[in-house]
């Protein structure tokens, strides 16, 4: 049974453009965009329910990867409010999804930042404007376990 019978404001879905991430996040960078865009990937082909799913999110546990946790949230909806996305410190970055018994992990391609310098924040928020743009196969890989 739905645990939340009679609701009309559940399980919504919405797809966030880049400026959206921004209002959100405080800024627009690529590990916000490659969160959102596994989140948005998640729902869509492994499960549609964020209250029937668990996010645990491996990565460094500080900026800039942690940010990733934010587009996740945004992506697919588990969130730290319904305390169904974890992020565990490691030095690979991972997202494992689990729902009714399967998981789907989810693995970025790696991308090198731009230089740090003059200009570095226009050229970061530039790269994530080009990644949002990618098909998700430029972005990561996906499997079940």
């Known amino acids: 049974m ?3 019978s009679g609701c009309r404001y559940q399980n919504l879905t919405r797809d966030y453009t880049p400026a959206d991430l921004a209002a959100f996040h405080g800024h ?18 492994f499960c549609d329910d964020p209250f029937k799913m668990q996010a645990v ?15 996740v949230q945004l992506g ?25 018994g399967s ?21 970061i928020e530039h790269y994530a404007e080009e990644l949002f743009a990618l098909p998700d196969d430029r972005l990561f890989t996906s499997r079940m376990e």
Do not use: W
């Not at 909806?77 to 689990?98: A, D, Q, W």
């Not at 970025?108 to 050229?123: K, M, S, V």
């Open 103 to 123: 998981t789907m992990v989810i693995i970025p391609h790696p991308f090198d930042l731009p230089p740090q310098g003059e200009g570095y924040e226009a050229a």
């Open 2 to 4: 739905n645990q939340h």
């Open 28 to 45: 627009l960078g690529p590990f916000i965009v490659l969160g959102y865009r596994i989140g948005r990937y998640v729902r869509k082909t």
């Open 76 to 100: 697919c909806g588990c969130t730290l409010g319904k305390r169904n996305i974890e992020i565990h410190e490691s030095s690979t970055i991972r997202c494992e999804f689990i729902s009714g």
């Open 57 to 71: 999110i491996h990565c460094a546990g500080t900026p800039p990867e942690s940010c990733l946790v934010d587009g």
